[in-house]
């Protein structure tokens, strides 16, 4: 089996601080998370950015004070940025960081009914996403809420808009997308090309449970503030790196030993 790579996703676009006073907004303390979770053995965040209000933010500017803060900190991270954003956004807002030439970005797969709001992800959206990712040789994380979106990107793939090996996050758990049953994640892992990578992203109560199943199975985990803030039911986690740090503990528990992040850019065929 491969290294396990370790996703943090540590700020999201809709947890607040009244849930969790412990997650990060500002640049200062995103840089600063990122650096504790690199410490506990995350390779990759998953980054969204927040305004000074705490809003959540898709400004190409922001994005650049943060990623500058956290190349001080951990110069090799694999930073993915959020192309997502936060329901509501339009494609001209979501699509701004990526003038930034990151390594790696989300692209969601298809609409999903998410909490009372709808994440809107029409073909014509994630194809012009696509497109871009192709020619800025960004190498795209395939977020899949529902399996409807692991046939679309089959079906992108067979287009030649999406390229082999691809690499997937499971993102189980949301309310409107699949839950984030044991089988849900079999069935979804055996949907996808076999020279694929897959991550996998339990939100909530799910976040533990699927990432033993995903360590054992040779799949990766994200963990992080932005799927979940608890340590354990009722207790709120301190920092993101927490929940690194027990994911990295299972895992080695496991026998599996944790990728840096250049052996996860080899991982994933990503081009620094
Ligand atoms: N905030 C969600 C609506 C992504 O980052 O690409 C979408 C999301 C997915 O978080
Ligand atoms: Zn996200």
Do not use: C
Request: charge should be negative; avoid cysteine.
């Amino acid at each position: 089996m491969e290294k396990l790579i370790i996703t943090v996703a540590p700020v999201g676009a809709e947890v607040t601080k009244k849930e969790n006073p412990n997650l990060p907004i500002t640049p200062d303390e995103v840089a600063e998370e990122v650096l504790r979770s690199y410490n506990a053995g995350a390779s990759v965040v998953h980054l969204h950015a927040r305004d000074d209000a705490g809003n959540s933010t898709q400004s190409k500017e922001r994005y650049e004070e943060i990623i500058e803060k956290i190349k001080t900190k951990v110069p090799n991270m694999i930073i993915q940025i959020s192309t997502g954003g936060a329901v509501g956004m339009s494609f001209e807002e979501r699509v701004k960081p990526l003038e930034l030439n990151p390594e790696f970005a989300s692209l969601t797969l298809g609409t999903v009914n998410f909490g009372e709001g709808v994440f809107y992800n029409p073909l014509d959206w994630i194809k012009r996403f696509a497109e871009i990712m192709n020619q800025r040789k960004i190498k795209p994380e395939i977020e899949v809420f529902e399996k409807g979106m692991v046939d679309n990107t089959l079906r992108l793939l067979k287009d030649g808009l999406l390229k082999a090996p691809l690499h997937f996050d499971f993102v189980l758990g949301v309310p409107g997308g699949m839950n984030g049953d044991p089988e849900n994640l079999i069935f979804l892992i055996k949907s996808i090309p076999e020279n694929s990578t897959w991550t996998v992203a339990g939100i909530g109560k799910y976040e533990f449970p699927l990432g033993i199943i995903a360590i054992t199975l040779g799949g990766n985990v994200r963990v992080g503030f932005e799927d979940n803030i608890f340590l354990k039911k009722g207790v709120l986690a301190e920092s993101n790196a927490l929940l690194v740090e027990r994911i990295a503990k299972y895992s080695l528990e496991f026998g599996r030993e944790i990728a840096t992040p250049d052996e996860a850019r080899k991982i994933l065929s990503i081009v620094k």
